[in-house]
């Protein structure tokens, strides 16, 4: 997590409850660069050698989720915490059949799988050009904002 | 059963001819067009040979045609790599002991 | 006898590359395969690959071997299918063995080896039984086959090809109950890790398999903690039940033809072990051949590409169908791409080691361009 906050693509604490936001949880110098691309804002910059890390320019980025899919290594997600007054709104990659469906009632994981709380399924997205990589929408309790990043595989 | 039908990236498994093949004459439902061993790990078997000297069973280990693990007897031929050989309708398979016998004179 | 300006033995990610770059070019090409497909290893990543966009990054790597074949038809490549390379004479003859019951000489100019690798294994007592096989073998099964070799699969090995493998057992539809690392640290890309991880996985640094259990079949695994030098410790061993075994510990190229022909070779522990000295043409040090992918040292589909495009090209100019300045100037291009997918924490050794190899092939190998 340390590793994470040093990001140059991950928000400050104050921007990242401020409202919709997308994290970019790559910290590796790895060769890969698509979602420099997606973000039709430019909000995302890798640059010239494609193993720089993403920079991610938070005044520009307005959350639209472009980036989700186009991300190899299914590393991107949106959260909001203003979403409401109990509730925070997390949209995250998901390649598992079956998928989700709107208001199912899922577990929501944080990074090792362990289940925090329940979930609600708000959106699932899945359109041709996502190639099979849904984006899945879902609502749960606020207090777990930054610990939450997926859902348990549904069998 | 052991087949993938459902899948998130590679869709509904289409359907395919199915053909009927002999594992040491019992009857299986294999389709068309796939390896052998992947008809028999779809059958729930998974034992393709016993080994020599010890005659410990074997199953898969590399699938892509390297190892020779996987290799059985196909129509009176032993040694055949059943990862890369496609199952054809009647066919006779057995599990094969050891270096395996030739049981048709003419392809020898 | 079947005559033909380049021949290339292996259909895989290098050998298509290789193959329409050269046919591109106007090079009567043969391609070989001992498959009844060619693709290679590539039909069975369906994960979106990583790169440069500009080279196909974002797609998964089962459309871009469909991409390949669509572009290798529309060319009119000749292709051998069944076609098992038994053998390589004077640097251009290969004795071809077709769908196990002809044998056939084919008669080739040039000729570019693109064989690939296979899987290590890792002995240990019950490793033998069915249900332990190679990562790359369950994935074989589950993506282009789409038979689940088993359902609770012990995964031996946290590189690139372990998780990867674990996330698509997952996306398969069986559960991994545990990947297994010797080393202090795990092997992967984070990203590939972290999808595996927050699916419930457990890792285990520092372990590996001490035993293996079952009669007919694996049915539990004894798994042992490792200290600094890699041996168990007596006292951590714990069982898990599983029914099935993946060892992802490494590949080793497939250079059995290059040994054959009578290539020098060069020892790079960091690509895999004893390869075939090559320059920056990929050319051998034996007149007329050339090399690429993963013979050449054990990389990925991206720089397996490039490097089937640089041997492709050369082979072209040294045929006469590519000026030798063009071909430069290409070259030069592709090394820029290679050297990016190369750089970087994870690329470094390998960027070394492919430096080393081309100081030593730049310097030894002298035949001309005719």
Redesign the interface.
Known sequence: MEELHKSPAYPDRDRLYKGPIAIIECIEEIPCNPCEAACSNGAITIGESITNLPKMDFEKCVACGRCIPACPGLAIYIKDYTYSDTKALLSFPYEYYPLPEVNDIVEAVDRHGNTLCQAKVIKVRNPKSNDHTAVVTIEYPKEYFEEVISIKRIK | MNRIIHHPILGEKKPSKEVVIYVDDKPIIAHEGEMIAAALIANGIFINRYTLHKHKPRGIYCAIGRCTDCIMTVDGVPNIRTCITEVKEGMRITTQKGAGVWQKEDQQ | MIQTELAIVGAGPAGLSAAIEARRAGADVLLID???RPGG?LFKQ????????AHK????G??IGTELLRESQELGIRTCLKGEVCGIENGQNLWVVIDRNRSEIVKAKKIILATGA??N?VAFPGW???????A???Q????V?????GRKVLMLGSGNVGVIVSYQL????ADVVAVLEAAPKLGG????T??V?????PFYVSHTVKQAFGT??VEAVEIVKLDASFNQIPGTEHIMEADTVCLATGLTP?TELAWLAGCKFKYLPALGGHLPIHDDRMRTTKENIFVAGDITGIEEA?TAMEEGRLAGINAAADLGYISEEEAKIRSREIWDSLN????????QKRRESKDLMLQTGNEVIQWKIH
Not at chain 3, 57 to 60: D, E, H, I, L, Q
Not at chain 3, 145 to 149: D, E, H, I, K, T
């Open positions: 001992e498959n009844a290893q369906i994960h979106k690959f990583f790169g440069s966009r990054a974002g797609t998964r089962i459309n296979t899987e294994a033998d039984l069915p249900g332990i096989m190679g790359g073998a369950a074989t099964m589950i993506n086959n789409r038979v689940l070799p997952l996306q398969a539809g890309y984070g990203v590939h972290a999808k991880a927050r699916a419930g996985v007919d079949h497939l991206s990016c997918l190369r750089s970087g924490y994870f690329g």
